[in-house]
């Protein structure tokens, strides 16, 4: 299971930023999202979508972010709208999976795409 995240890059605070990764192998997910972390903090949760549709989404970009999947590309998408000083970090890319239907849950990570936010 591979996860290739693109997208991360310099905004500009109030700007909009997309965030795109895509699965390859094979795999049946359960989940896909988007965590972050910032320098000298723990990586937290942006959002999340499982496979039934349930979407959850972190309380500091409730508003701001919204996260689409595309089933058949495989992907998970992070739109960032209002982008502030504090997004700034690494967003790693994740998806929970199984190898068969009941198989125990693991977890894959992308390499993570840096995000710099300027004023």
């Known amino acids: 299971v591979q996860l290739m995240e693109s997208g991360g890059g310099l905004v500009q605070a109030g700007g909009s930023l997309r965030l795109a990764c895509e699965a390859s192998g094979a795999f049946r997910s359960l989940a896909m999202g988007w965590y972050r972390q910032a320098p000298g903090k723990q990586r937290e949760l942006v959002a999340s979508?499982?496979?039934?549709?349930?979407?959850t989404i972190g309380d500091s970009v409730k508003g701001r972010f919204n996260i689409s999947r595309d089933h058949i590309k495989r992907g998970v998408y992070l739109i960032m709208n209002n982008v502030q000083l504090d997004d700034a970090g690494v967003y790693y890319c994740n998806m929970k999976w199984r190898d068969h239907l009941w198989g125990p849950a693991f977890d894959a990570w992308g390499q993570g795409t840096p995000v710099t936010v300027s004023e």
């Open positions: 979508q499982a496979d039934s549709g349930s979407t």
